[in-house]
């Protein structure tokens, strides 16, 4: 037992996060290669990486797939998934997070936090995921460790706990000052081994005062550290290191290094602070679960009853692999493992330790191992597997909701199966993928996070064998909701077609929900005295009116952003049941939404535009005519960053005009806002009675 503990405390299992371009890949790699991994180091621009290995990542030079492999360094583990940093990709870094201890952030030292950091790090918040962050690029032109940890902590809102001080700028990049053991740490050309050293000359004087700022820094944070601090006024260097590992697994601070992951500068020192700062499957808590009704907890114990918790499938015409974070206890090949969400029981083939599409086979995995495994043919993402001595359900992760849809059909119509089975598989690997016919048109339509995600969806299925696809126009997912109230709505259900009948009465106000609240959302109350109607009746008024949400009275759109209120009713001795008021609250509420003021909502999207500041007058104007709504700007050196609220309609295309407008040197990012009302009269019906 010891053996095996002390082996899960030499474990990491962490991902990278960033922004799309901010390096995450090549920070990837280079860790393969300082761990002696692999012996050459991929290129994204080459199309040689690890783990963009899929044809469109190498096309496209981004990462769309979350990729896992493992690495060894300094007697450790290293467990590390690479998740992609568009926006379009985000369940994907979603479902990583769910399964991972820690994470290391990597941001651009010219940039600083763009918009798709600031979302992952807030993905990473609501995990309670601990991380460190690394500033890369510092090689680049306009490179500035400074500027980028002021971005971290204004928009980021953590304590940076920077740890390093460069030593040289930009082209002159060499190497960094360690601020905890005060050495420096030099890279020749050409070579990933840090050549240690005393603090140079002209650098003491700064590097002694930022030192003198860190320890100010963690003693304000860390109750222990500042009673040395005020005995000693100084912090040694294993204090001021245990300290800052506490602050990172407590998330009140985040350790900053800096590096050129292209220059392979900077990696040595950040694997020593994944070793050094994050937790290890020991140190987070205990896996929390259901069974019965009850929770339980399940340690990080190779002794305990197997627990996992399935976060991506990938699924082949040759095969099917299953990815697993096993939380507790151990799995062998060939043991039989349950899904306690559907019931089913399946055999684990085969183990596998993944290193991005290349697999090495295992006997058995333990408590923090992410594994593959082979023969699990119905789990999907977010299914848990446990023992079926001992069961329990994990809490899974929840898919975000499709915004946009194109409708797909194959070009013969013998293929249509063939095509009916890709897209099967399609939203098998990817929850976030929704395949569904429309029933008036008879169309398939296939439903995704953006533009791109559907792109690289349709051309996954022309790469992996399947027919020939025609897609229909994108279209987005619009809402509906109420912009007045009615009240007093009165609704009678009455059946009577022989033998026992239906009956039920019900009185609903509807109104929007308030500006807390936003435009989305659903409310019910029941303000019914005297018992007129009872509780559990009042339970299927509630369900028979979530029931109407399905389809609005505009265009059959779901309904959101309202508040039903049961004010009164009656019901019958007789013929009063569940099914009858059920059903009058599905029915009362599309009547009293037909006698609302109604509009649509479409879905609105954050662009953050950089073009040079000869173009900024044009591209606001674009952004004008696209409805979009400009929130602010930045200049940084010769180029301008505008941001702006834009309909996710207005937004097909924009890559391409925005290139034309720019002569090709504009680049813009988006990411999820939420719905906004649909502009009235003349563009989009607004519907009054």
Known sequence: MRTDLTTLAAVRNLGI????????TTVTERILYATGTTHKRGEVHDGTTVTDFDPQERDRGITIFAAAVSCAWDGHRVNLIDTPGHVDFADEVERSLRVLDGAIAVFDAVAGVEPQSE??????????????????????????????????????????????????????????????????LVWADGDGTALAGPVPEELRQEAARRRRALEEA????????????????????????????????????????????????????????????????????????????AEQSRAADPEAPFAGLVFKVNASATGRLTYVRVYAGTIEKGDTVRDPGTGRTERVARILR????????????????IVALAGVKSARAGSTLCDPAAPLFLEPTVAAEP?????VEARRGADTGRLATALARLAEEDPSLVVRTDAETGQTVLSGMGELHLEVAVEKIRRDGGPDVTVGRPGVAYRETVVGAVRGFVFRHVKQDGGAGQFAHVVLDVEPLGPEAGVTGFAFRSAVTGGRVPQEYVRAVEAGCRDALAEGPLGGHPVTGLRVTLTDGSTHVKDSSDTAFRTAGR?????????????????????????????????????????????????????????????????????????????????????????????VPGQVPVRVR
């Open 403 to 407: 915004v946009v849809s194109v409708a």
């Open 218 to 293: 963690v003693a304000e944070l860390h109750p222990a550290a500042l009673e040395e601090f005020c005995r000693r006024e100084t912090l040694s260097a294993a204090t001021l290191a245990a300290t800052l590992r506490d602050l990172t697994r407590s998330g009140d601070g985040v350790v900053v290094l800096c590096g050129s992951a292209y220059r392979n500068r900077g990696i040595e020192p950040l694997l020593d602070a994944v070793v050094a700062y994050l937790p290890s499957p020991l140190d987070v808590p205990a896996v929390r679960g259901v069974h019965e009704g």
């Open 17 to 24: 996060l960033a922004h799309v371009d901010a390096g995450k």
């Open 587 to 679: 029915l009362g509420l599309r009547e009293a939404l037909r006698a609302c003021p109604t509009a649509l909502l479409e879905p609105v999207a954050e662009v953050t535009v950089t073009v040079p500041d000869d173009a900024v007058g044009g591209v606001l104007g674009d952004l004008a005519a696209r409805r979009g709504r400009v929130s602010g700007s930045e200049t940084r050196g010769g180029t301008a960053a505008v941001t702006a609220t834009v309909p996710l309609a207005e937004l097909f295309g924009y890559a391409t005009r925005l290139r034309s407008r720019t002569q090709g040197r504009g680049t813009f990012t988006t990411r999820p806002a939420g719905y906004a009302l649909a502009p």
């Open 119 to 184: 979302s992952v790090w807030r993905q990473a918040d609501r995990h309670g995921v601990p991380r460190i962050a690394f500033v890369n690029k510092l090689d680049r032109a306009g490179a500035d460790l400074d500027r980028a940890v002021d971005s971290i902590r204004d928009r980021l809102h953590p304590a940076p706990l920077v740890v390093q001080l460069p030593i040289g700028a930009e082209d002159g990049f060499r190497g960094v000052v360690d601020l905890v053991r005060m050495r420096s």
């Open 354 to 369: 993944v290193m991005a599409d290349r697999h090495a086979q295992l006997d058995r995995a333990v408590a923090g191992d």
